[in-house]
């Protein structure tokens, strides 16, 4: 499986936006980057997923970037609920399982 | 929005026992997933199932494990006999697609202790 690598944790002020970093440097031309989240007590929630092109849903945007090799996921103006764990997973267009890795920790400070 | 939901949310069971844990999908979806999480630990692979049959399993199922879609909206993974290691959070998923495209979703799990 393809492999990404995020920072263990990051901490955030609330009302304020969040940039969390994703790197995929083995990334294949037909990986869609995925990005699911783990609030406490709950189990894994989708958030966004792209190719290529930046993404926008109601929850998130994903910046991919040019080289694909790295993606940003950004939440516009965090609050307390966001404080939750952070996985940036590459889905394999053959292979229809995903595969989570640690994730990054978001704390959100009041 | 249409979501996964998973009963019971907690079984508790004695070393030895059958469980059986259930789940309903998305009513659209095709493809259908079991994945575990021990406490503290990261989010673990266990089955997918798709047309009726599993496309791809993880070490972790064995024998004891076994996945089933007895009718159009459930999908249940049966444990035959439970060992204290199975405590954990089972999470069921299902995806309208198998391809690179297409989202999991994700149900609010069932907690199993074994006692």
């Known amino acids: 499986d393809a492999k990404t690598t995020q920072p263990n944790s990051m901490e955030s002020n609330e009302e304020e936006p969040v940039h969390l970093p994703c790197n995929h440097s083995?990334?294949?031309?037909?990986?869609?980057i995925h990005w699911y989240r783990q609030l406490p007590s709950q189990g894994p929630e989708y958030v966004i997923h792209g190719l290529t092109s930046n993404v926008n849903n109601r929850m998130a945007s994903l910046a991919i970037a040019e080289d694909r090799k790295s993606s940003t996921l950004i939440l516009h103006r965090a609050t307390l609920r966001d404080a939750a764990v952070y996985y940036c997973?590459?889905?394999?267009?053959?292979?229809?399982?995903?595969?989570f890795g640690k994730g990054t920790r978001l704390h959100i400070l009041p | 929005e249409p979501e996964v939901t998973q009963t019971p949310s907690h079984q508790v069971t004695q070393m030895g026992q059958e469980v059986i844990l259930r789940c309903v999908p998305i009513s659209n979806h095709l493809y259908f997933y079991w994945y575990r999480q021990i406490l503290g630990q990261k989010v673990e692979f266990l089955v997918s199932?798709?047309?009726?049959?599993?496309?791809?399993k993880s070490e972790i199922f064995d024998d004891q494990f076994s996945v089933e879609r007895p009718d159009g909206s459930n999908f249940t993974l049966k444990i035959r006999s439970t060992k204290l290691e199975d405590s954990a959070m089972y999470f069921c998923?299902?995806?309208?697609?198998?391809?690179?495209?297409?989202?999991?979703?994700f149900g609010n799990g069932t907690r199993l202790t074994v006692t």
């Open positions: 998923a299902s995806s309208e697609q198998g391809q690179g495209f297409s989202p999991l979703h």
């Open positions: 083995t990334i294949s031309g037909t990986d869609y």
């Open positions: 199932f798709y047309n009726n049959e599993i496309s791809e």
């Open positions: 997973i590459l889905r394999e267009n053959r292979d229809d399982k995903i595969i």
